[in-house]
Each structure stands twice: as C-alpha cells, then as structure tokens.
C-alpha cells in the first residue's frame, strides 16, 4: 500500500493532534493530582495544649468575725489577705473621714519622701554612670509594662519607684538639674502640719490571735468551715451565694491556719481526679494560678455530680474576695503531634504474641499517611483530646509503625 503526499500529511496532523491530547490529560492530571494532595494531607506538627476544666468553687476556711462599737469611720490598717500577728492593729476609728485623708496624704508624703533623699544621696549618685543608668532605665521600663498586662499592681507600684530614682538620678548626674532640696523642704513642711493637725482616734480594733485578714462578712462564717467538709454536700453547695453583710459594727474577719479549702461539683464519671493529685487553679478574679491537692472526691455512683474538695495553702488579696467564683482547673499541659480528629481510623491487625502460635485481633488507632505514591498506616498515640484534633504522643520517635513529625497525613479519601 503506498501513501500519497496528502495521506501522509492527514496522519501526521493525526498523530501530532493525539499527542497533544495525550500530554494535555497528563498535565492536567498531575496538577489535580498535586491540588487535590494539598488539599487533603495535613502534615504533622508539634503543638501544645493545656487540659482545663471549669467548675463554680466555693471557698473555705476557719473563719472568725471582727466586730466593733460602730462608732466613728474605720481607716484599715491592714490590707485584705494580710497577715497579723496576735495583738496586730486592725483598724482605727475616728470621728469623721478627714483624718483618714489626713492620714492617706501622710503616707504618699512620706513615701515621696524617701525617694527623694535616696536619690539626694551622695552614694547614689556617686556610683550610678548615666550609660549604666540608661540601660536600667530601659529594662525597668519593659518590667512596668509586663507588670501591667499580667494586672499585677503591686509589681507595678514597685518598678514605677524604681524608674523615678534612676530617672531622677540620671536628670542630676547630666546636669538637667541640680537637685531636688526644695522638694524636700516642702514636704517636711507639709508633713508638720499635718502632724499638728491630726486627731485622736475613737477606737482601735486590734486582732486576738493571729490569722489572714479580710474586710467583709457573708454569713457564713460558722457554716462553711473545714470540719463541715465531710458532710457538704452537692446541694448545699450549689446553694451558696456571693454576698456581703451590710453590718455597720463589722470590721472583717479573721482567717485561722494555713489550709483553706474550695468546693465544687464537677463531673467524675471518667475517673478524672483522684484523692493525691495536685492541680492547678486559677479563679476568675485572679491572673495567677495556685496550686492545690486534691483532697477528696465523693458523689453518687455514676459520679456525674461529684463532691470536690481541694485544699491549698498560698494566699493573695484576689483569693479572699469572694466566697464562690468560677474556678478554672488545670489538670496538665500537654505536648505532642497535632491529628485532626476527622483522619483518624481503626485498622485491625492479628498479632501473634513472643513465644506463642496463638493469635488474636488487635484494634489500633491511627492515621493514613501519603508516602511518596504509597499510603500507609501509621499508629498513634493519644494523649489529649480536643475538640476537633487530638495530640499524639512523642514518646514513639524513631518507631516506624508510629505517626512521626512532618508525615503528610490523609484528612479523606481513604476507608
């Protein structure tokens, strides 16, 4: 059979036309292929998470009420969670509230005080060098606003007085000014008059025995205390309310021993606290967290509504302000490789046991994972629950048949 020019150019565009087709289908397979592979793997990452559960605390302790005449106004002389001694001051009344204003102006006075005669000290100013002073200023500055966004004002209170002296000395020692003398001598002056001014208090309350202070009662005082904790029950915890007595005559209240107590009804049924174990808690009027230990843990059989009572001994001003918040627990903190919960399966493998011929089903949990072309299983190790992913451990780094960190893991297509 023999081709004619026109035939042999029909089949070449033939031939050239399918080849064109032909790599066409292969490009555009490759590019879905490569898309739809992104789109379905995830690749395994370290992360970290901390398992935290909420519950209503009620707080506890061996609490003892501070009562006076109710003559006058109080100025307290004891902060809230402050610890007195046996005999400690309270507080002092007096007939009306301008010697109290009196008596807060004095303070501030004498606080400014002696920043001032420490920065007029001839040793403070002879040993600071305005670079060394400068690069104190900085890292005192970066404390003051880490102090301020953790809401610790005392901290706060503390790094502000420190910047005054070294920005005040810094002042001196590059001759911005000469010094602050007659800053001095008016507040001595104020000081004296106020002094000459003061008058007597109408009574002092003062502590019988010592203990933690607080400046309020809510009642219940004899009802809530540390040998009521055997008997409390679900109910009667539910049942307590946040509230302050309106009682002119009282003056606070006296808290007695180390240990205080918090109550709460949480749910048990997975046996997740145990009488021994210490956790963390951080009540929702507080930044900081404590710790405490698990004292007890009691309820009804399917402990769905279960008595906990944890015990603590730290003690803060937040910690004293209520007598029942909402309580964040945190049970641990948790590192591993992050799963999506939709890519895990169960895969069912018969293992034979070292030294025996028997055999038997085990179920494992894991994932699919891509593999170049391939797809495999890969077993994991579940330490943490979330509520769309969990966290495999990395305790099984270096054993193939474990999910390992950067593995593409296969989010669907496979059953």
């Given at each position: 059979?023999?081709?004619?020019?026109?035939?042999?150019?029909?089949?070449?565009?033939?031939?050239?036309?399918?080849?064109?087709?032909?790599?066409?289908?292969?490009?555009?397979?490759?590019?879905y292929n490569q898309k739809n592979r992104d789109s379905d793997t995830e690749s395994a990452l370290i992360s970290e998470a901390t398992a935290v559960a909420e519950f209503r605390g009620v707080f506890i302790r061996d609490e003892a009420p501070i009562t006076y005449s109710g003559r006058g106004i109080l100025s307290y002389s004891v902060p809230d969670g402050g610890k007195l001694g046996s005999d400690g001051i309270i507080a002092v009344a007096y007939p009306d509230d301008s010697q109290i204003k009196r008596n807060r102006e004095q303070a501030a006075l004498e606080k400014e005080l002696d920043i001032l005669l420490k920065i007029q000290n001839p040793g403070t100013r002879e040993s600071a060098q305005p670079s060394e002073l400068s690069a104190n200023i900085s890292e005192d500055y970066r404390e003051f606003l880490f102090c301020r966004d953790r809401m610790d004002l005392p901290g706060?209170?503390?790094?502000?007085?420190?910047?005054?002296?070294?920005?005040?000395?810094?002042?001196?020692?590059?001759?911005?000014?000469?010094?602050?003398?007659?800053?001095?001598?008016?507040?001595?002056?104020?000081?004296?008059?106020?002094?000459?001014?003061?008058?007597?208090?109408?009574?002092?309350?003062?502590?019988?025995?010592?203990?933690?202070f607080v400046s309020y009662c809510d009642?219940?005082?004899?009802?809530?205390?540390?040998?009521?904790?055997?008997?409390?029950?679900?109910?009667?915890?539910?049942?307590?309310?946040?509230?302050?007595?309106?009682?002119?005559?009282?003056?606070?209240?006296?808290?007695?021993?180390?240990?205080?107590?918090?109550?709460?009804?949480?749910?048990?049924?997975h046996q997740e606290y145990k009488v021994g174990d210490y956790v963390r808690i951080r009540p929702e009027s507080s930044s900081e967290?404590?710790?405490?230990?698990?004292?007890?843990?009691?309820?009804?059989?399917?402990?769905?509504r279960a008595v906990l009572i944890l015990a603590c001994r730290e003690f803060s001003s937040e910690l004293v302000q209520h007598r029942c918040e909402n309580i964040e627990l945190i049970?641990?903190?948790?590192?591993?490789?992050?799963?999506?919960?939709?890519?895990?399966?169960?895969?069912?493998?018969?293992?034979?046991?070292?030294?025996?011929?028997?055999?038997?089903?085990?179920?494992?949990?894991?994932?699919?994972?891509?593999?170049g072309e391939k797809i495999e299983f890969k077993k994991i190790d579940v330490i943490y629950e979330g509520s769309d992913y969990v966290l495999s451990s990395l305790e099984h780094i270096g054993d193939e048949s474990y999910l390992a960190l950067y593995d593409d893991i296969m989010i669907e297509g496979v059953d």
């Open positions: 059979m023999r081709f004619t020019g026109t035939d042999s150019s029909m089949l070449v565009k033939i031939l050239r036309n399918t080849v064109i087709v032909l790599f066409l289908v292969i490009f555009v397979s490759v590019i706060v209170k503390s790094v502000k007085d420190e910047l005054i002296v070294e920005m005040s000395t810094y002042q001196i020692i590059t001759n911005e000014v000469t010094d602050f003398s007659q800053q001095v001598i008016d507040i001595q002056t104020r000081l004296d008059q106020l002094k000459r001014e003061a008058s007597k208090p109408i009574e002092t309350v003062s502590s019988k025995s010592s203990g933690y009642g219940y005082e004899d009802k809530l205390t540390v040998s009521s904790l055997d008997t409390l029950t679900a109910d009667q915890i539910e049942q307590v309310t946040d509230t302050r007595l309106d009682d002119p005559k009282v003056v606070g209240k006296l808290i007695s021993g180390y240990n205080w107590y918090l109550a709460g009804v949480v749910d048990n049924s967290s404590f710790t405490a230990e698990v004292k007890d843990i009691r309820g009804e059989e399917d402990q769905k049970r641990g903190n948790y590192r591993g490789l992050k799963v999506p919960r939709e890519a895990i399966r169960f895969v069912n493998e018969e293992v034979t046991e070292d030294g025996s011929s028997v055999t038997k089903d085990v179920t494992y949990k894991g994932v699919y994972v891509l593999n």
